[in-house]
């Protein structure tokens, strides 16, 4: 979003920053970019279980807000555009703001989809959840989840109940379907064609049907876009990027710590030298000979200097990788996240490891599987080549604009 934002600046477009607060101020400082905290200030904690109970992640009878906070923060939100004649908003994951737009009559604009988008799933894209949130899907054949799993998905209602009580509270239209959750009136699509394998063409062209979508939705690649923090490398990081031997960067940031230890543990039992990225999580104990710890690291800048990656399989992580020609295991803890490694393991650039496989002696044989065919290294290269050609948040900026012509005005 911060790249988002100085794009659209570049451009001359007016721009605020809104948020609700949160761990992720201290980067938009560290930016110098002015921002408005709207809502009662999300502190970490609060934080730490939005993420827990987030799409994938937490139990689909809920919507990650309770009915009071939601509806405090739609009003402020309303507030806000209001007060600063906001003509449209681009969001991330402030999904709040699809009931608040909807209120102001202004347009939402999105990049938050990931690969979760229709195009893909009405070509049977997506695969199997490694870890479905919907008991039935544990006792299906994997081909038969698979085709559920594509041709189900517009069905969904999940996460939609404290929204949808609210839409009528306001009298505005209810989010169609779980995948609407995730989409705007404009969404960016932050990927690159050859990922994907649908040309730029067919993006544009497509249309809802069916009434599983707002009917406004509109789709348009753009590129990749992933963290570029500015912060340097820490001097032990650093000095065990220049040691002899394989590189394996364990940057799995938005799962539980019992996760990340046990796959540090299982990674350095090759013998590779591994670099850790503890994020929110102290994992200091787990620094040995051969294992690094550091805490908010700038991955754009380690990911060219390993052999490998291991992360959760986060759209931005698993770009910064693929940017850097870098193959990556993923470990996915939710159905967006099993999608953005599927996609990049059908080109050869990346493998899953299912959460339950960790612990069992199957990822140290993947890792040195992984450093010693070549083939992974160059199937990631190819993509670094196609993400080359795509600046993600130029490209993003100048979708925007032409979406909103001659309105300039709009919230990131």
């Keep these: 979003m911060i790249q988002i934002y100085k794009a659209l600046r570049e451009r001359g477009a007016a721009v605020r920053i809104a948020t609700h607060g949160g761990v992720h101020e201290a980067l938009l400082r560290s930016e110098g970019i002015d921002y408005d905290i709207v809502g009662p200030p999300m502190s970490a904690e609060r934080g730490h279980r939005f ?16 009915p009071e906070e939601m509806r405090t923060y739609v009003a402020a939100e309303v507030d806000y555009f209001r007060r600063h004649d906001v003509r ?15 209120v102001a009559g202004i347009p939402v604009i999105t990049e938050h989809a990931g690969a979760f988008l229709p195009p893909l799933f009405e070509r049977g894209l997506l695969p199997a959840p490694s870890r479905p949130v919907q008991p039935i899907f544990k006792y299906l054949p994997t081909s038969l989840a698979r085709f559920l799993m594509n041709k189900g998905l517009p069905r969904l209602k999940l996460y939609l109940g404290g929204f949808d009580a609210l839409a009528d509270e306001l009298g505005v239209a209810r989010i169609p379907s779980f995948p609407a959750l995730l989409l705007g009136d404009l969404s960016l699509v932050t990927e690159a064609p050859e990922v994907y394998d ?18 406004s939705t509109r789709l348009e690649y753009t590129g990749p876009i992933f963290a570029e923090l500015d912060v340097p490398i820490p001097a032990p990081v650093e000095t065990a990027l220049t040691r002899m031997g394989p590189l394996v960067y364990v940057a799995i940031t938005s799962a539980p710590a019992e996760l990340t230890r046990a796959v540090v543990r299982e990674a350095a039992s090759t013998r590779a030298e591994i670099i850790v990225a ?57 159905p967006e996240q099993d999608t953005n490694v599927h996609l990049l393991e059908r080109k050869g650039a990346a493998r899953t490891l299912i959460q339950d496989a960790v612990g ?8 040195r599987e992984m450093l010693a065919e070549p083939s992974y290294r160059r199937a990631a290269g190819t993509i670094k080549l196609a993400y080359a050609r795509r600046d993600g948040p130029t490209l993003s900026a100048e979708a925007i604009l032409r979406y909103l012509a001659d309105d300039r005005r709009m919230v990131a």
Aim: net charge neutral; proline share 9%.
């Design 198 to 215: 649908i040309s730029e063409e067919e993006m544009l062209a497509w249309r809802p049907t069916g009434g599983a979508y707002w009917p």
């Design 88 to 102: 449209a908003v681009v969001i991330g994951f402030t999904l709040t703001a699809l009931l608040s737009t909807r």
């Design 278 to 334: 503890g994020t929110v999580h102290d994992l200091s104990d787990l620094a040995g000979p051969k294992v690094t710890v550091g805490s908010i690291l700038p991955s754009h800048r380690i990911m060219p200097r390993v052999d490998l990656a291991i992360t959760a399989g986060g759209q931005g992580s698993v770009q910064c990788a693929m940017a850097a020609g870098t193959p990556l295991i993923g470990i996915p803890p939710q």
């Design 360 to 367: 069992k002696g199957k990822l140290p044989a993947l890792v």
């Design 51 to 66: 993420v827990r109970d987030n799409v994938g992640i937490g139990d689909p009878a809920q919507s990650m807000y309770s």
